[in-house]
């Protein structure tokens, strides 16, 4: 008799493991589709993912990251599409997600970097526990006002400041050839969001050709993340009102007006949409740097966005330590320039230093100024430029991480969990 009872609860297991395995493949699959430009394609290297398991916060992110074996783990249920290139050479690498799906010299090979969607994988993999597919589309330098710029934005229009400026061809950044420009512009113009459109819908039309685990159940569009801005943030002419609080009002309407389209584009009208805020020096981003964060926000905050789009900080991530350091080798390349240009309240301001002499000169300034600690601490944690959040594989591990979240917290909302 007790015998008999074990042998049924093992096949009821059996039955409920096997029906749960049968649910997973009859519901839709879940695309997720990530967008953006450098911080999206993601500088992280690899190398770096030691430098996770220092902080006791976030330890067990990296274990999560990492397989028995100590590698970069392999998601079995999550396969990820990555559309990338630079100029008109463009290409595609899909597989299972795992480490390497972040800025890439070939789209079709392993860069050895990690960028959002890593995390963003592993945490949907965790939470959903059935076959997840993400279309990553992403390339470094990509505004919104000009190369993602959606339809419904309409054509590129000059700001105040460029049509008083722009026509008398001279000038920092100005244009020499204004007539040129001009027809370079309209071409430019939306260039990208068109590409990202048509890859996502290359992709939809073969699920089969990248996921094997889809077998003709349909899908459905169940998040989109966009992490961009840094093209936007530092062009002055585009968004000429330095300190004032409405400056990038206009990328407000831009991201608005691209939220609207890609919804309606990939026809999915309620699709998740998750704000990845600038987060660039962290604690200690300036005016110009907090006023951009808040337009990035901004849309999140609109009636018709309510409980469907949500701005996630990105800040809280940025490493200040690294950051830390980060400002004191940009002091010793400003000495290097100092040194250079025979600058007056400098050494070399007679111009009759020797090459040798102000490279030793450099050395002995960078050895007094970062200890043999940080710079342990650099190659630990840094891989990149402060513009590439350092290239800080903490930072993009807990970036995916966040936005994961957000975007299973709208599911919910929704009842689509």
Known sequence: MKQSSILTGILLAVLLVAS???????????????????????HARIETFDYIGDDPATAPLLKQMRGSDGKP????????????????????????????????????????KIGPEFTFGLTLDERLNEPVLIIKAAWGGKSLHTDFRSPSAGPYVLSDWQKQNYPKQEGHGIPKDFEKWKADKIKETGVYYRLMIEHVRHVLKDI?????????????????????????????????????????ELYSELLSHFIRDVRRDLSAPKMPFVIGVMGVSGAKGGNE???FRSAMTAPALLPEFKGNVTAVPT????SEELGAIDEKYGQVRQMNYYLDSKHKDHANADGKMTPE????????????LISPAEVVLWKRGASNAGYHYLGCAKTFAQMGQAFAEANLAMLKDQGRR
Request: aromatic residues 14%; charged residues 25%.
């Open 315 to 318: 800040a809280p991530f940025w």
């Open 73 to 112: 783990a392999v998601c079995d249920d999550v396969w990820i599409s990555y559309f990338t290139g630079s100029g008109e050479s463009n290409g595609e690498g899909f597989g299972k997600l795992t480490a390497g799906y972040g800025a890439r010299q070939k789209p079709s090979e392993d860069g050895g």
């Open 208 to 248: 089969k050709r990248v996921c094997p685990a889809y077998a003709g159940q349909g899908y459905e569009l169940a998040g989109f993340v966009w992490l961009q801005g840094w093209n936007d943030m530092v062009d002055g002419h585009v968004y000429p009102k330095h300190g004032k609080p409405d400056r990038f």
């Open 20 to 42: 749960g395995s049968v649910m997973a493949q009859t519901k839709p699959l879940r695309v997720f589709i990530l967008a953006g430009q450098s911080n999206m394609e993601g």
């Open 289 to 291: 740097i907090v006023a």
């Open 357 to 368: 002499q102000k490279r030793e000169y450099v050395k002995k300034y960078e050895a007094d």
